[in-house]
């Protein structure tokens, strides 16, 4: 089980952190975590990727402005949001994958076996 939270209303140049918390069964024997985001009549974007070794992989639109982290002690995946557009405002998901390593350059959405409800994010 995965639940995001954080989400909210900001406004452009605003801030915001998600949070993503795991069951301990799904994040032990996960090993690619990442945020993706949605909006209504488009497929799932990603937005960035981390491994368990701290490695990370951020989408162009987001380098920069966006940080994501875990905290493997709290089964925990995050994404701070700095200087948020209104092309950010999206459904945030939260995926993790049993890949043992992410993939490099490209977000793939089959590649997650475990997602969260999503949390909602709206820039204005």
């Known amino acids: 089980q995965l639940v995001e939270s954080g989400g909210g209303s900001v406004q452009v140049g605003g801030t915001l952190k998600l949070s993503c918390a795991a069951s301990?069964?799904?994040?032990?024997?996960?090993?690619?975590l990442g945020w993706f985001r949605q909006v209504p009549g488009k497929g799932r974007e990603g937005v960035a990727t981390?491994?368990?070794?701290?490695?990370?992989y951020y989408a162009s639109s987001v380098n920069g402005r966006f940080t994501i982290s875990h905290d493997n002690a709290k089964n925990t995946v995050y994404l701070q949001m700095n200087n948020l557009k209104p092309e950010d405002s999206a459904m945030y998901y939260c995926?993790?994958?049993?890949?043992?390593?992410?993939?490099?350059?490209?977000?793939?959405?089959?590649?997650?076996?475990?997602w969260g409800q999503g949390t909602q994010v709206t820039v204005s």
């Open positions: 995926g993790l994958s049993s890949r043992f390593r992410c993939r490099w350059g490209v977000f793939v959405v089959g590649d997650y076996n475990f």
């Open positions: 301990t069964y799904y994040y032990k024997y996960s090993y690619c």
């Open positions: 981390v491994e368990r070794d701290g490695n990370t």
